[in-house]
């Protein structure tokens, strides 16, 4: 390096007055390109902003709230805080909100496939579905397709020039064709104008809302989530927030309902088997009841220990007949001669009585007769026979009357033996029917259980919240 640049290297921080007129002439030698290059961009901005369309930022605000709140939430807070839980879960609820599923349903329900321009004189505008001057509908849905269409109209009728085809429509009236079908409304027949209809795919319209959306969290640890949307139209940016953030509320609450219609469903299919159980074991009851004669067993116990008592007391009055009965015969087969029998001893023969009567009777009056005459005597023999045929007829009226004793007795006994061995076997029918109502209940109070938890999750169903608070709803910037 030489001695001169060197000094003028630590020279050359000391700019004079001279140094820079000299620099100042160097530079307005180029003086028209600066000038043509300040006009060319002066130019294409205004150019750019003249026909360019107006993009609006449309802005919202959402709050992701948690589920459930849990008790124990401040024992795990910090650990939260130092793996950003929180922020994770917002980080999922973006995801979700940028779904194809959540962003397909507000294309669908806003219709964003098809869009309709309105050509000016310098530029188009994107129209709100609610302004169309007509109701387009495309016919191949998953055809992406491009259409240019003069309207000329007066109060009766409307013209429709597409391509080289012109379409003459009435009010009322529809053009159908092979891409699209047309109905007009009232307002396309007060004003006229050029029309660009752009159909795109489903996929594609997805594509196209998400390209302009943008979904951010405020903070890094908060739940609070910005909705920017950038589009041309005001209205049609504020529907689409609108419309997310409400599809959003209603996929949260189908979510939850999902649970409460597995668990409905599940009760349900719970309660008919439950049902047909409590069919069957009131069917087995009713059945066991009629075939073994039981229905209140205590009841039926004490009336039967009340029949073997009264049994009891009539079969001994029964014997006592008999016994009367037969010592009264033997007292008769026992006689060499006629002699009273004993009257009023408790025989419950009528006919018996009356005869033992009516034969103590001629007793007496043949008796007196001897006193004063022989059994010679033709009324005293007469007496004789008239005794022994009393005798007799005596005899067999009391061997009657014993054979219906014993048979009532025998009547008895039966009777007795079946009333004991039901009151035997009344324990364990006892016990078999108690369990029947024990098998009963369980399947009641189960039954009665799944009701109340059906009841629940219903409730759960109906009740069922999203975990969206909405902080602003749609809001567009007026500068676009």
């Known amino acids: ?21 000299k620099a100042a002439q160097y530079y307005l030698y180029f003086w ?3 000038v043509v290059s300040i006009i060319l961009a002066f130019t294409f901005a205004y150019l750019t902003l003249r026909y360019s369309y107006n993009i609006y930022q449309t802005d919202a605000q959402v709050q992701i709230k948690k589920g459930d709140s849990d008790a124990t939430s401040f024992l795990t ?12 879960k917002v980080e999922n609820e973006i995801a979700i909100i940028t779904s194809n599923k959540l962003i397909g349903e507000v294309v669908d329900r806003l219709q964003l496939q098809t869009r309709v321009y309105s050509q000016g004189r310098v530029k188009s505008s994107l129209i709100t579905k609610g302004d169309y001057p007509f109701q387009v509908e495309p016919n191949e849905e998953g055809q992406s397709r491009f259409f240019e269409f003069t309207v000329e109209s007066n109060s009766d009728r409307s013209f429709i020039k597409l391509d080289s085809l012109t379409i003459s429509l009435r009010k009322g009236e529809q053009f159908n064709s092979e891409f699209f079908d047309l109905w007009p409304k009232d ?54 927030l609108n419309t997310l953030i409400q599809v959003l509320k209603e996929d949260q609450v189908a979510d939850k309902r999902a649970i409460s219609e597995v668990s409905i469903e599940f009760i349900d299919d719970r309660l008919k088997g439950l049902t047909q159980s409590i069919d069957t074991i009131s069917a087995k009851t009713i059945a066991f009841q009629s075939a073994s ?4 067993p205590t009841l039926q116990t004490g009336n039967a220990l009340t029949n073997i008592i009264k049994g009891q007391e009539q079969a001994l009055s029964l014997g006592i007949q008999r016994e009367i009965a037969s010592g009264l015969k033997e007292n008769l087969d026992s006689q060499e001669s006629f002699e009273l029998l004993p009257a009023n001893v408790g025989l419950e023969s009528e006919s018996v009585n009356s005869l033992v009567e009516s034969y103590n009777e001629v007793i007496i009056q043949r008796n007196n007769l001897l006193m004063s005459a022989t059994e010679q005597s033709p009324v005293v023999i007469q007496l004789t026979d008239q005794l022994r045929n009393t005798r007799e007829a005596i005899i067999r009226g009391i061997d009657r009357y014993i054979d219906g004793l014993n048979v009532s007795l025998s009547r008895y006994g039966e009777l007795q033996r079946q009333t ?10 006892e016990n078999t029917l108690r369990g029947f109502a024990r098998n009963f209940k369980i399947v009641e109070e189960l039954y009665l259980f799944l009701l109340q938890r059906k009841e629940e999750a219903s409730i759960s169903y109906i009740s069922a919240l999203p975990n969206v608070k909405v902080l602003s709803q749609a809001v567009t910037q007026s500068i676009p």
Do not use: C, W
């Open 420 to 429: 004991q061995s039901a009151v035997a076997s009344l324990p364990a029918k």
């Open 293 to 296: 004669g039981i229905f209140d």
């Open 32 to 34: 028209p390109y600066f």
């Open 1 to 21: 390096m030489q001695p001169n640049q060197d000094y003028n290297l630590q020279h050359s921080d000391e700019i004079t007055l001279k140094d820079i007129f």
């Open 187 to 240: 307002t396309l027949f007060t004003q006229e104008g050029n029309y660009t209809i752009i159909h795109v795919s489903r996929q594609k319209a997805i594509e196209n809302l998400l390209s302009n959306l943008e979904v951010s969290a405020a903070s890094k640890d908060g739940e609070v989530v910005n909705l920017t949307y950038k589009g041309p139209n005001k209205d049609i940016n504020e529907s689409i």
């Open 77 to 88: 807070q910090s650990t939260q805080a130092l793996f950003n839980f929180d922020n994770v």
